[in-house]
């Protein structure tokens, strides 16, 4: 039997046909009309007057904070239970990461905690972060930061395709950040994008990841730039897989129920949490194992699941917990720290058979069944 992975690309023949036009066509560059194209289709996607499609998630987040002059001194508030790029772009520019827990409801940044940090200092910009396919509590977030005079931008990297209060992932903030690594609902391999409804921000963001070079016939830069634009045939190849998004969210949600259905009657078994006015796409489903009532715990269905050739991974571990940014302030912390001790993440992919589904349950039953 193969491996099963995570969430591994899902990439069929209309992604092919999709990279022979743009070879086909002679862009093979970092520019071309499958960028431009690509562009306009997540203006769309995310509900946005503007889209700059670049090489990483990582790079759209140091182009956003760029974009608000965030640098030295300044500190920027970010959520803890995160990927680490949410956070190594803050560090790029010089500034200084706040962390802010989760809400138990959620798993997302917790309002009350944001509150609390905003009423005792100042801050350049707040990140909140869509995770695991489940946006962020924007309403309230977005609520306190314009009192507060704080500009928020959405890291969406893991949730293209959710909606909140019916508005799609993306929407949200002065700027948002999409990533679509391999791993991601749709990739480009390697890529990402920005979405704004700024025009200002935008071409900023295009003219510093293009190098920053100025309008002259010749080779002009007068401020220090990146190499960060996506090339046009990861952006042909991104079309095709954004034409399919509605697909893969429903493949993905139908998983999610499965394994609910399955595990309904375990003691000590829950999932992540689906907030209210919340329609997740579920990019990996989540579990926690409560070692009091489990069988067994987190690392021993882990540990179970891989010698059965299955690929499952702990939460997040939290930022504020993370040997590199352990020095810096944190707003809670025992939420996202007992999400990483109890939490599981399981194989979600689209492209996940109802055979690989089947191993992956009775793994999992193998080890905390009845």
């Not at 920005?194 to 990841?209: G, I, K, M």
């Not at 003691?267 to 069988?295: N, Y």
């Amino acid at each position: 039997m193969s491996r099963i992975y995570l969430s591994p690309p899902d990439v069929g023949q209309d992604e092919r046909v999709a990279l022979n036009r743009a070879v086909d066509g002679g862009w093979i560059a970092p520019l071309g009309p499958e960028v431009d194209a690509f562009e306009l289709e997540l203006t769309a996607a995310t509900d946005r007057r503007y889209a700059v499609a670049l090489s990483s998630g990582t790079a759209a987040l140091h182009l956003a904070l760029l974009n608000l002059g965030i640098g030295e001194g300044d500190r920027v508030l970010v959520s803890s239970l995160t990927f680490v790029a949410s956070v190594n772009a803050i560090r790029y520019v010089g500034a200084e990461p706040v962390f802010i827990d989760s809400s138990a409801d959620t798993w997302t940044m917790a309002p009350e905690l944001l509150d609390t940090a905003l009423k005792e200092g100042e801050y350049a910009a707040c990140i909140p972060v869509d995770l695991y396919g489940q946006c962020a509590s924007y309403e309230m977030i977005e609520t306190l930061c314009s009192e507060a005079g704080v500009p928020v931008v959405a890291d969406s990297a893991e949730a293209l395709g959710a909606t909140y209060s019916e508005r799609p992932a993306g929407s949200f903030g002065g700027m948002a950040i999409l990533s679509f690594n391999g791993n991601k609902i749709i990739t480009t391999s390697g890529g990402g994008a920005l979405v704004t409804d700024n025009q200002t921000w935008a071409e900023q963001a295009r003219w510093l990841a293009t190098q920053a070079r100025e309008n002259e016939p010749h080779y002009e830069h007068k401020t220090v730039g990146y190499n960060y634009r996506l090339s046009n045939l990861l952006a042909a190849l991104g079309r095709a897989q954004l034409a399919d998004l509605g697909r893969r969210v429903d493949i993905r949600r139908r998983i999610n129920q499965r394994y609910r259905e399955a595990f309904s009657d375990l003691p000590g078994v829950a999932f992540m949490p689906e907030g209210p006015g919340r329609r997740s796409t579920f990019w990996l489903t989540c579990i926690t194992v409560d070692p009091g009532k489990a069988r067994a715990t987190t690392s021993q269905v882990r540990q179970h699941l891989e010698t059965l050739d299955i690929e499952a991974r702990p939460v997040w571990k939290p930022m504020h917990l993370q040997p590199v940014f352990r020095d810096f302030t944190v707003y809670g912390g025992s939420v996202s720290e007992d999400l990483f001790e109890t939490g599981l993440c399981l194989p979600s992919g689209s492209t996940l058979t109802e055979e690989d589904q089947n191993r992956v349950i009775s793994g999992v039953l193998d080890v905390l069944g009845g």
